[in-house]
Nanobody, 124 residues
Framework: QVNLVESGGGSVQAGGSLRLSCAAS?????MGWFRQAPGKEREGVAL????????YYADSVKGRFTISRDSAKIAADLQMNSLQPEDTGMYYC????????????????????WGQGTQVTVSS
């Protein structure tokens, strides 16, 4: 099992920015971010393949969010710009030691490792 430690998050007004960071204790092929709003299912937001650096985004965040990897350590950051109230939710870092396609990863396979979650609140 890989332990994931998240940082960042908080409260911001609409149009603002936040940055989330996730550090892993061991090697992973994929790292990504999911979010869950109250009363809704968890959904994939962004992912990055650690070897190639290829990225994928949910349509709802394309052009506003950017996921990046830290080459010096096993980590993935999520820069969130132009935040909107509908972006509010608990954000979870996830990692996979198995190679998945982006659609498989966003389908939340049972063997993902998870962080504890960090709250993002966007007020209008």
């Amino acid at each position: 099992q890989v332990n994931l430690v998240e940082s960042g998050g908080g409260s911001v007004q609409a149009g603002g920015s936040l940055r989330l960071s996730c550090a892993a204790s061991g090697y992973t092929y994929l790292m990504g971010w999911f979010r869950q709003a109250p009363g809704k299912e968890r959904e994939g937001v962004a992912l990055i393949y650690r070897n190639s650096g290829s990225t994928y985004y949910a349509d709802s965040v394309k052009g506003r969010f950017t996921i990046s990897r830290d080459s010096a350590k096993i980590a993935a950051d999520l820069q969130m710009n132009s935040l909107q109230p509908e972006d509010t939710g608990m954000y979870y870092c996830a990692a996979s030691r198995v190679i998945y396609s982006y659609s498989q990863f966003f389908s939340i396979p049972s063997n993902l490792d998870w962080g504890q979650g960090t709250q993002v609140t966007v007020s209008s």
